[in-house]
């Protein structure tokens, strides 16, 4: 039979995974748990800002940082300034000095209107300038929480990248099970332009969920199989939320579930693998 351990595609976890430990508790869960890496997600964590101090978690774990996330979500908007385009130019920056070959954005928010001008004409510009990817995340509608509401346009230019001429695209499962997307069609649809994979299910609900995968309605499994397929070199990120954890043994089983979901059907020959029921039983919050 066909080892987990041998997978042609890198398997890397999402500091936000561990959300809310901080950036070096996610370099040390990675180096136990045996990922090939970790994507860093630039907030408030005053690690997670400083190559110095990524480059030192490195060091002292073995675990390289191989994706940068740029703080482009709501509760990082007063990190390294105001100004969203000098963040993403900061963030590639960052990933230079760590030796990251990927920086993962999200579309501005619609109030972000001059950004959402230059954004497009920006990516390209750090995409052709240097040696490290910017992928744009596929968003989703802000969905109604009752039939009174009406739906939130939030993103400029918008929250599908399949409408926009990106250079490279972030595929994101969970952010797609809210948006009622189909995973596989997702990485037809994005095709070459698919350069990086944030491994989380959901349930097609209006909260972004970011489920350990296969405990949704996503077909991870396949999404992961195909990708292997296709022989996809970007990495795939676990990225779940693991915030509302009771204990470090939950959060720990849930993170070891996710890793090895994602190695077994990754493989060249996929390995029948379901993760285990959750020990906790909360509703999950949403995530980002």
Same mark, same amino acid.
């Given at each position: #039979?066909?080892?987990?351990? &041998?997978?042609?595609? !890198?398997?890397?976890?999402? *500091? ?7 950036? $070096? ?6 180096? /136990?748990? =045996? ?5 860093? #997600? ?5 690690? *997670?800002? /400083? ?7 490195? &060091?002292?774990?073995?675990? !390289? ?6 703080? *482009? ?7 390294? =300034? ?38 497009? &004409? ?16 596929? #968003?989703?509608? %802000? ?13 400029? !230019?918008? %929250? +599908? ?13 969970? @952010? ?8 596989? $069609? ?11 994979? @944030? ?8 909260? &972004? ?7 949704? +309605? #996503? ?22 939320? *693991? ?40 509703? !999950?919050?949403?995530?980002?």
């Amino acid at each position: #039979m066909q080892s987990m351990a &041998d997978v042609r595609i !890198p398997v890397t976890l999402s *500091t936000a995974s561990v959300y809310p430990r901080r950036a $070096a508790f996610a370099f040390e869960v990675a180096a /136990e748990l =045996g990922y090939d890496g970790v994507e860093v #997600m630039v907030w408030s964590d005053e690690a *997670t800002q /400083e190559p110095a101090a990524l480059r030192r978690l490195e &060091d002292e774990h073995g675990v !390289p940082v191989r994706s940068i996330h740029a703080p *482009t979500l709501l509760v990082s908007q007063r990190v390294w =300034g105001r100004s969203p385009g000098d963040k993403l130019r900061r963030s590639v920056d960052v990933a230079h000095e760590v030796g990251a070959s990927t920086v993962v954005v999200h579309p501005p928010f619609r109030w972000q209107y001059k950004y959402a001008r230059q954004f497009q &004409d920006l990516v390209h510009e750090l995409n052709v300038s240097g040696d490290v990817t910017i992928a744009v995340e596929n #968003m989703y509608p %802000w969905r109604p929480r009752s039939k009174g509401d009406r739906e939130l346009k939030a993103y400029l !230019p918008g %929250w +599908d990248p399949a409408d926009h001429d990106y250079d490279a695209v972030t595929l994101d499962l969970s @952010h797609a099970a809210v948006a009622q997307q189909d995973g596989i $069609a997702l990485v037809e649809e994005f095709a070459g332009r698919l350069r990086h994979v @944030h491994l989380a299910d959901g349930t097609a609900s209006a909260r &972004d969920e970011h489920l350990v995968p296969g405990r949704g +309605d #996503m077909a991870c499994d396949k999404v992961l199989e195909e990708l292997s397929r296709r022989d996809f070199a970007g990495d795939v990120v676990v990225e779940i939320s *693991t915030r509302k954890a009771r204990t470090a043994h939950e959060r720990h089983a849930d993170l070891e579930a996710a890793l090895l979901f994602a190695r077994a059907h990754l493989a060249p020959e996929p390995l029948p693998y379901q993760p285990p029921p959750p020990d906790h039983h909360h509703r !999950p919050a949403d995530a980002w």
